[in-house]
């Protein structure tokens, strides 16, 4: 039976397993978004929802306790000036998991972890626009081809 196991070891040796999850939840502060396998989403998560946690009070042993895992200041900054005032009267549960489908070439599952209130791409609006724009100009030369006739 397999009671008490505290952790998903990932088929992983401890060095290699800390480092991919101090990557991983790195990722996810930068982009508030990765697609990844179900099983390191699910270690992940656990490990940004404590630092998020940590993040919503900005103090000097939050920020030193939180650093040990993210060491690229940009992000650790990110993460106390934006994410956790965001998050601020949220009690958990700041990340969800999207079900994507199979891998191909191993089947194993793949998910979205993305943060609950992610802002939405700029890449998405610009698209969005350009479609607006060529409806636009669409409808503009249906015109003038029928004013023509």
Excluded: Q, W
């Excluded at 996810?28 to 992940?44: N, S």
């Amino acid at each position: 039976m397999k009671h008490k196991i505290g952790f998903n070891k990932l088929n992983r040796v401890p060095a290699h397993r800390k480092a991919l999850l101090r990557n991983m939840t790195t990722v996810l502060f930068k982009h508030e978004r990765i697609v990844t396998t179900r099983a390191k989403a699910k270690e992940v998560r656990r490990e940004a929802e404590k630092m998020i946690t940590r993040a919503k009070e900005d103090s000097v042993h939050n920020r030193r306790t939180v650093g040990k895992k993210i060491t690229d200041e940009a992000i650790l900054a990110k993460l106390f000036t934006e994410l956790g005032p965001r998050f601020k009267e949220r009690n958990g549960g700041y990340t969800r998991i999207l079900r994507i489908g199979e891998r191909k070439h191993d089947a194993a599952d793949m998910v979205v972890l993305e943060l609950v209130d992610r802002k939405e791409d700029d890449k998405k609006t610009k698209r969005d626009e350009r479609k607006a724009e060529k409806k636009v100009k669409k409808a503009e030369k249906a015109e003038k081809t029928a004013k023509a006739e």
